[in-house]
């Protein structure tokens, strides 16, 4: 189990995923405006998924939630 991370590297790696998530997001609807190829926004969605599972781990020792509105429209 992961020590208690302090307030400063909390909010460092919690607003780090939020920008993943918010470019990756960017990027597969990107991809899908441009036709490319499936397999690449498979591999966006699936960093996507990574991304959201850790934040949610994170929220979860805090005891919060964060609502994110269309992830699920994303692929």
Do not use: C
């Not at 597969?28 to 499936?38: Q, T, Y």
């Amino acid at each position: 189990m992961e020590p208690v991370l302090e307030n400063e590297d909390w909010t460092l790696r919690v607003s780090r995923l939020l920008d993943f998530i918010k470019r990756s997001l960017e990027a597969i609807e990107r991809h899908k405006a441009a036709n490319s190829p499936d397999f690449i926004v498979e591999q966006y969605q699936h960093l996507l998924d990574e991304h959201l599972v850790e934040l949610d781990e994170l929220l979860r020792d805090s005891n919060m939630t964060i609502q994110l509105r269309n992830v699920g429209n994303a692929a």
